[in-house]
C-alpha cells in the first residue's frame, strides 16, 4: 500500500506545507522530508490534525499525497507535486538590488 | 492616458479597505476559505500550485512610468523581485503573502491601478492594440473606447456574476495586433459606408478546451452604440449562457449552440429596447474621453536620421536589432520600439524589478514617458525619435531587452505551466526554453521569417497555442508531460484555430518535431518571402505529418 502524506497551503503565506507528527504534536513544514508518511488506512491521526489545522486557519485546503521512499527521505510520487514540493524546474529571475525572500521565509507554522 | 477622477479615487480607496477587512476576517477566522474565496478572486487573488498570485489589471496594456515603478517597488517589497506580463496585457505576482495584499493594492491605487475584475465571472481587462494612437494602418485610435468600456464594465451590477469569465478587446487597425478574433466580444474599428468610422462585431471567439474563432454578428456599428450593443450581448449572454457545465458557459458555447443567425436575433432584439437609453453615448462624452489619449506634442522631424543610418550600415548587431524590433510610427522621424521579454535568460514575459525601473526611466528619456504591453507578452515603447534609437539599443542590450526576435521563432508566448499553474498539467516554460536554446540563432530566425510558436501547459489555453503557426499543447499522459503539436493557427486578421498534426512527443523529443515542421517549412516554400503559414496553407499537413511520422 503506498505512503501518503498530508499537504496544504499555508494560510497567510500561501505556501507549501507538509504536516508533521511528532509524539501526537502536530506542525508543518516546508520540507516534504519532514513529513509524517503513513498508509492509507492508517491516516486518521494525520487526518485528524490536518483538519484541525485547516478549521483553526493554519492551511487551507488539506489533501493527501502518495510519496516514495528514497535515500533522502519521501519523494512525491507525481511530477506535479514534485514541482509543488522543489519549486519551479528553472532558476527564478534575479534581481540585482533585492534581498530575495529566501527559502527560510517558509517556516513551519 | 486617463486620469482618474476624484471619485475613481475615492471608489479604488474604499474597494482597497474593503477588501483589507476582509483579509483580516479571514486571517481571523471570521470568513472561512469557501466565504472568503469570492472575495479574493474578485480582487485578483489566487492560490496557485506554491503560493498566491495577484494579477493586476493594466488597462488596455498602457502604462506611465510611474506606474512601472510603482509595479517594479511591489515586486521588490513584497515578492521575489520580478513580475510577468501575460497574454492580456496583465501582470501576475507568484509570491505574495495575504496580509500583504491590502498594502499592495493601496500602493497600486496611489498610481491608479488595481487588480479588480482580474478573476472571476465578470468583465474582465479590455485589451487592445499595444500601437493604439502610433500604427501607420490605424483607421482609429481605440483606447477612448477600451476607456468606456472599462468604465462601463467596473463594478457592472448586472454583469458581476455572469456565467463564466468576460473577455473584449478593440483594434482600431488594419493590422490586428490584440486578437480580437478569439475574444468574447472582439470589436474593430472599420470605415463605414458613408466614410464614417464604426465597428465590426465579433462574437463567440476563444480558446480553452473549445476553441472557436469569433462570429461576425455585425459589421458595422454607429461608435455611440457601442455600450448600448455591449449591453445588449451581456443581457443576452446572461440569461441564457448555460450555468449548469462549467465547460458549456461560455458565450462562444451560447452562440455555436443557439446559432449565429438566431443569436444575432436575439442581440438585435434586446438592442432595440435599450439603444435609446442611458449608455447612448453622447458626442461630448466621448470627446471628453478623447482629451486623454490627444496625440503628444511630436516635433516636426525628418524620416531619416544620418547616425540611424551610420549604425545601420555600420552595426550589424545594431542593424539586426533594427530590423526585428523597431516598427514605423506613423509621426515621421518617430518609431516604435519592441522591448523584447524573450532572451534566453528569463522565462517568457518574465520582468525583474531593475528591469521595469530601467524601463521606466527609458520610457522618460526616449518615449514621453509611456509604456505598452502586448498579448505576445513583450513590452513597446511607443514614441522614441528616430536619432535616439542607437543609444536606447543601447541601453536595452545592457538590460538583456534586445532580443532581435519580435515576431519570430523565439519569440514564444508561454503561459506559467506546471511550474507555477495548480491548473497545469505538464510544464511550459522549460520547452520555450529548450527552443529556444535550439534556435536562439540569429541568421536561422531570420530566415525563418515571421513565425509564431505559443506553448499552453494545459488544455485552458493560456498559452493561446490553438492561435500559434506552432502551438504546443503539454498535457499528462499516464503520469508523463507529452507534448501535442498544433499547425496552422492565426491571431491575427486572417485568424484559424490550428489543427493537431498527430500523436504527443515526449519532453525530450519536442524540440527535434518543431525543428522538423520548420525544415519542411523551409524545404518547401516556394520563396523566402513565403511565411511559414502562407506554406502551410498552400501544402496542408501532409508533408509535415510525413516528416513527423513517416
Not at chain 2, 333 to 357: C, E, F, H, I
Not at chain 2, 376 to 403: C, F, G, H, I, Y
Not at chain 2, 502 to 530: C, H, K, S, T, W
Request: aromatic share 8%.
Amino acid at each position: 500500500m503506498a505512503l501518503q502524506v498530508y499537504t496544504a497551503s499555508l494560510l497567510k503565506e500561501g505556501l507549501v506545507a507538509y504536516l508533521s507528527l511528532k509524539d501526537g504534536v502536530p506542525s508543518w513544514t516546508a520540507d516534504i522530508r519532514e513529513a509524517t508518511a503513513d498508509t492509507a488506512d492508517r491516516l486518521d491521526s494525520l487526518k485528524a490534525a490536518a483538519e484541525s489545522a485547516e478549521q483553526d486557519n493554519i492551511v487551507v485546503a488539506p489533501y493527501v499525497i502518495d510519496v516514495l521512499e528514497t535515500e533522502n527521505g519521501w519523494k512525491a510520487a507525481t511530477k506535479r507535486e514534485q514541482i509543488r514540493a522543489e519549486g519551479p524546474s528553472f532558476a527564478l529571475p534575479q534581481d540585482s538590488s533585492t534581498a530575495h525572500r529566501s527559502d527560510e521565509s517558509r517556516r513551519a507554522a | 492616458m486617463y486620469q482618474y477622477s476624484e471619485q475613481d479615487h475615492q471608489l479604488l480607496l474604499e474597494r482597497v479597505e474593503q477588501f483589507r477587512g476582509q483579509v483580516q476576517r479571514r486571517l481571523s477566522g471570521q470568513l472561512s476559505e469557501d466565504e472568503f474565496k469570492q472575495q479574493r478572486l474578485r480582487n485578483g487573488l489566487y492560490l496557485q500550485l506554491h503560493a498566491y498570485m495577484l494579477r493586476v489589471a493594466i488597462p488596455y496594456g498602457l502604462l506611465s512610468a510611474e506606474q512601472m515603478r510603482t509595479l517594479a517597488h511591489i515586486a521588490r517589497k513584497y515578492d521575489k523581485g520580478y513580475g510577468h506580463f501575460s497574454t492580456r496585457q496583465n501582470i501576475q505576482y507568484n509570491w505574495p503573502q495575504l496580509e500583504d495584499v491590502p498594502d499592495i493594492l493601496d500602493d497600486l491605487a496611489a498610481v491608479e491601478m488595481h487588480a479588480i475584475q482580474t478573476s472571476g465571472n465578470c468583465i474582465r481587462n479590455t485589451t487592445s492594440d499595444p500601437l493604439a494612437g502610433v500604427a501607420r494602418d490605424e483607421i482609429e485610435d481605440p483606447r477612448p473606447y477600451c476607456e468606456l468600456i472599462r468604465q462601463w464594465s467596473t463594478f457592472h451590477p448586472e454583469f458581476n456574476f455572469l456565467p463564466r469569465k468576460f473577455k473584449i478587446a478593440v483594434s482600431g487597425a488594419i493590422g490586428d495586433r490584440a486578437a480580437v478574433a478569439v475574444h468574447d466580444i472582439g470589436l474593430r474599428l472599420v470605415e463605414g459606408p458613408e466614410g464614417e468610422n464604426g465597428f465590426e462585431i465579433y462574437v463567440g471567439g476563444g480558446l480553452g478546451r473549445t476553441p472557436m474563432i469569433g462570429k461576425l454578428i455585425r459589421p458595422f456599428l454607429p461608435k455611440e452604440d457601442m455600450l448600448t450593443y455591449l449591453e445588449a450581448i451581456l443581457r443576452v449572454y446572461n440569461q441564457l449562457g448555460r450555468r449548469d457545465n462549467l465547460y458549456k458557459a461560455r458565450i462562444k458555447i451560447l452562440v455555436h449552440e443557439t446559432g449565429e443567425e438566431k443569436f444575432r436575433e436575439l442581440v438585435e432584439e434586446e438592442w432595440q429596447k435599450i439603444k435609446a437609453t442611458g449608455l447612448y453615448l453622447r458626442e461630448q462624452d466621448v470627446e471628453r474621453i478623447k482629451g486623454f489619449f490627444k496625440d503628444p506634442d511630436y516635433e516636426t522631424l525628418p524620416d531619416t536620421d544620418a547616425e540611424f543610418e551610420n549604425q545601420l550600415l555600420s552595426n550589424p548587431e545594431f542593424a539586426r536589432w533594427a530590423d526585428k524590433n523597431i516598427e514605423l510610427h506613423k509621426q515621421s522621424g518617430y518609431r516604435v520600439v519592441y522591448l523584447s521579454l524573450k532572451s534566453a535568460n528569463q522565462p517568457p514575459g518574465d520582468v525583474t524589478a531593475d528591469q521595469m525601473d530601467a524601463v521606466a526611466d527609458l520610457a522618460d528619456k526616449y518615449s514621453l514617458g509611456q509604456i505598452r504591453t502586448t498579448h505576445r507578452q513583450n513590452l513597446v515603447l511607443s514614441d522614441v525619435k528616430l536619432q535616439d534609437l542607437p543609444a536606447l539599443w543601447q541601453e536595452l542590450k545592457a538590460l538583456d531587452l534586445a532580443t532581435p526576435n519580435y515576431n519570430h521563432v523565439t519569440d514564444i508566448i508561454s503561459c506559467p505551466g506546471l511550474d507555477y499553474c495548480a491548473l497545469a498539467t505538464a510544464r511550459s516554460i522549460p520547452i520555450s526554453k529548450a527552443i529556444t536554446d535550439r534556435f536562439d540563432d540569429y541568421d536561422f530566425v531570420n530566415d525563418l521569417g515571421d513565425v509564431s510558436i505559443n506553448i499552453s501547459g494545459c488544455i485552458n489555453a493560456c498559452g493561446h497555442h490553438h492561435v500559434a503557426n506552432i502551438g504546443i499543447l503539454g498535457v499528462n499522459k499516464k503520469g508523463e508531460e507529452v507534448y501535442q503539436l498544433t499547425l496552422g493557427g492565426s491571431a491575427r486578421e486572417d485568424a484559424s484555430i490550428g489543427k493537431i498534426i498527430g500523436p504527443a512527443f515526449d519532453a525530450d523529443q519536442i524540440v527535434d518535431a518543431i525543428g522538423d515542421v520548420l525544415n519542411v517549412y523551409l524545404e518547401n516554400r516556394e520563396e523566402p518571402e513565403e511565411t511559414f503559414l502562407a506554406t502551410y496553407r498552400r501544402l496542408g499537413q501532409d508533408p509535415f505529418k510525413e516528416r513527423l511520422y513517416g
